[in-house]
């Protein structure tokens, strides 16, 4: 069973950037595509990035601020945000699933999920 543990949210003022972390741990973190997405109250989980063979991809509301890469040597992935604007605060989930190959941007592709953490960024 993979389990997948996030860090680095918090608190950043807009325009600020903030870095965050993946472990994963328990599967074979080389053969996994891997993304992140945000869930904003009252709103439902929407993509924001994945990686996988064949590169990044990102969604319209990210793209040219957010990063995602991972570290394969140390079962790693991560989103580098910067110019972050008010409306990226939400809670963010990293996720895994099984086929490198296959880009998915909707939750239910996913097969692992990390218990997600909180991003605010003030005005």
């Known amino acids: 069973q993979v389990q997948l543990v996030e860090s680095g949210g918090g608190l950043v003022q807009a325009g600020g950037s903030l870095r965050l972390s993946c472990a994963a741990s328990?599967?074979?973190?080389?053969?996994?595509?891997l993304g992140w997405f945000r869930q904003a109250p009252g709103k439902e989980r929407e993509f924001v990035a994945a990686i996988t063979l064949s590169g990044a991809y990102y969604a319209d509301s990210v793209k040219g601020r957010f990063a995602i890469s991972r570290d394969n040597a140390k079962n790693t992935f991560y989103l580098h945000m910067k110019t972050l604007k008010p409306e990226d605060t939400a809670v963010y989930y990293c996720?895994?699933?099984?086929?490198?190959?296959?880009?998915?941007?909707?939750?239910?592709?996913?097969?692992?999920w990390g218990q997600g953490t909180q991003v605010t960024v003030s005005s």
């Open positions: 328990g599967g074979t973190f080389s053969s996994y595509a």
């Open positions: 996720a895994a699933q099984r086929h490198i190959w296959r880009l998915s941007t909707t939750s239910v592709e996913y097969d692992y």
